[in-house]
């Protein structure tokens, strides 16, 4: 077998088993939202299909389910939008009006990312309890947007270093200010990044799981994850069923927007990878 075939077969053996230990938690949790017994794999046990879990789901007011993933969908995206639009005005600014420190200054926000958030959980919660925010989509939305403002940050700051600086310059001749420069020239090119950074943020806050258990307290705020994970307090057993057809339906979304604007993300984090 030539050096070829060799390298050709074991990158599609690594790809094959890449995609089937992602794929694999993926297909049991929907065997078992679809199976009346979660215990369908065991030795005298057989699988059963049923669409009882979904419709406990959907129809039992208990669950609140409705509630939760309306909170995730609200609190993500208004977070993600914040933080993309707080993200591109600072990356404009540490990219193309020539700060000093702008380098630093952009260590400085990764490394205050990489604080555990269990670091700050009490400061934050206290700070809620002073505003009385607590229970609230404001008590979810501030903390979120700061937790995910050096995702935004940095895919658009190495989005807008490779954007020529021509455009500027021909902008300013025009008699464009610097705000002009961004919302006329600059944003339309740098669509895609805007894309990534946006959905990637939106992601990120649709899976956060801490802040919203600590700063909510009732389905008026509660978010998805924390919802679904409060499901067996509801019933006083693991209802295993039921927590993996409300995982499905909650990923729905986050995987609608992944598919439809694919090569958006794509192309937004490519082209801060290269120069040129």
């Keep these: 077998m030539s050096e070829d ?41 057989k699988f059963s299909f049923t669409l009882g879990h979904y419709r406990d789901i959907l129809s039992s007011a ?25 993200a591109t005005l600072a990356a404009f600014a540490l990219t193309r009006l ?12 990764l490394a205050v ?14 700070l809620m309890t002073r505003l009385e925010l607590n229970n609230t989509y404001s ?21 807008f270093s490779q954007l020529p600086r021509d455009l500027d310059r021909a902008a300013v001749i025009d008699g464009c200010s610097n705000l002009q420069i961004l919302l006329k020239v600059l944003i339309p090119v740098a669509k895609p990044g805007v894309f990534a950074a946006l959905l990637l943020s939106f992601i ?21 994850p924390v919802g679904i ?12 069923g039921t927590i993996m057809a409300a995982s499905m339906l909650s990923i729905l979304p986050v995987i609608g927007l992944t598919l439809l604007f694919q090569r958006h993300i ?3 984090l490519t082209k801060g990878a290269v120069k040129g």
């Design 5 to 45: 075939k060799i390298h050709k077969t074991l990158f599609v053996a690594g790809a094959t088993f890449m995609v089937f230990f992602c794929l694999l938690p993926f297909v049991f949790m929907t065997a078992v939202s679809f199976s009346s017994s979660p215990e369908f794999l065991l030795p005298g046990h």
């Design 62 to 86: 208990s669950l609140h389910f409705h509630s939760y993933l309306l909170n995730s969908m609200v609190v993500s995206g208004t977070s993600a939008v914040l933080s993309v639009i707080l």
């Design 98 to 109: 020539r700060m000093p420190g702008s380098g630093i200054l952009l260590l400085g926000v």
């Design 113 to 126: 990312s990489m604080f555990p958030q269990i670091s700050l959980a009490g400061y934050i919660l206290n």
């Design 139 to 159: 008590a979810l939305v501030l903390p979120y947007t700061a937790w995910i403002l050096p995702l935004s940050l940095w895919i658009l700051a190495s989005y």
């Design 204 to 224: 990120a806050a649709f899976n956060e799981f801490m802040f919203a258990l600590l700063l909510t307290s009732d389905h008026s705020a509660r978010t998805i």
């Design 229 to 240: 994970a409060l499901f067996q307090g509801l019933h006083g057993e693991t209802p295993w």
């Design 266 to 268: 794509i192309g937004g």
